[in-house]
T-cell receptor, first 112, second 115 residues
Framework: QKEVEQNSGPLSVPEGAIASLNCTYS??????FFWYRQYSGKSPELIMS????GDKEDGRFTAQLNKASQYVSLLIRDSQPSDSATYLC????????????FGKGTRLHILP | SAVISQKPSRDICQRGTSLTIQCQVD?????MFWYRQQPGQSLTLIAT?????????ESGFVIDKFPISRPNLTFSTLTVSNMSPEDSSIYLC????????????FGPGTRLTVL
């Protein structure tokens, strides 16, 4: 089983709607969870980090973590065309020397 | 977050040659990482570079092919040796910084094309 799994997409969402991006991970001792945004030809940019079960909100972004289900998601409210990018889910694991394991990413396309 | 720069931003190289990529950070950091991102793929960790010790390489990556230097807390280099077209990729350095020390921030990347 892959360590971090994401639907590759593309996920198409109308402008102004909520975009929901999902990620599952295989290692139960995972401790830290991150969402990065990567525009085409650019490097990944950290959007959110989450460490505890529940929701964490930052502006239009909400990260949701459910460790029992090994599931982390990112919601983008009031989606804008500028949100069109690839979103990478990343997980660190205890005793892995701070290494981050990345998913393959979900391509999000916001339809004007 | 730290300001991270990489040189060169892109290069086109001939098969069999080597390229050294530089990563400079505007503040001292303990952990630096080198990643590769092949076209259409996610990030793959090549190695972890700590100042004052040998780099730690991930499975599938060896020091002879990807020698790394970490002379101080703000700088690191990655060399891609004896290049082949399969080495064409984006190479990214990242650093740990912030309140939670496992948060990584990425440099702009080096786009390498090997002919």
């Amino acid at each position: 089983q892959k360590e971090v799994e994401q639907n590759s997409g593309p996920l198409s969402v109308p402008e102004g709607a909520i975009a929901s991006l999902n990620c599952t991970y295989s290692d139960r001792v995972s401790q830290s969870f991150f969402w990065y945004r990567q525009y085409s030809g650019k490097s990944p940019e950290l959007i959110m980090s989450i460490y505890s079960n529940g929701d964490k909100e930052d502006g239009r972004f909400t990260a949701q973590l459910n460790k029992a289900s090994q599931y982390v998601s990112l919601l983008i409210r009031d989606s804008q065309p500028s949100d069109s990018a690839t979103y990478l889910c990343a997980v660190t694991v205890l005793n892995r020397d701070d290494k981050i394991i990345f998913g393959k990413g979900t391509r999000l396309h916001i339809l004007p | 977050s730290a300001v991270i720069s990489q040189k060169p931003s892109r290069d086109i190289c001939q098969r069999g040659t080597s390229l050294t990529i530089q990563c400079q950070v505007d503040s001292q950091v303990t952990m630096m990482f080198w990643y590769r991102q092949q076209p259409g793929q996610s990030l793959t960790l090549i190695a972890t570079a700590n100042q004052g010790s040998e780099a730690t390489y991930e499975s599938g990556f060896v020091i002879d092919k990807f020698p790394i230097s970490r002379p101080n807390l703000t700088f690191s280099t990655l060399t891609v040796s004896n290049m082949s077209p399969e080495d064409s990729s984006i190479y990214l350095c990242s650093v740990e910084q912030g309140v939670s020390t496992d948060t990584q921030y990425f440099g702009p990347g080096t786009r390498l094309t090997v002919l």
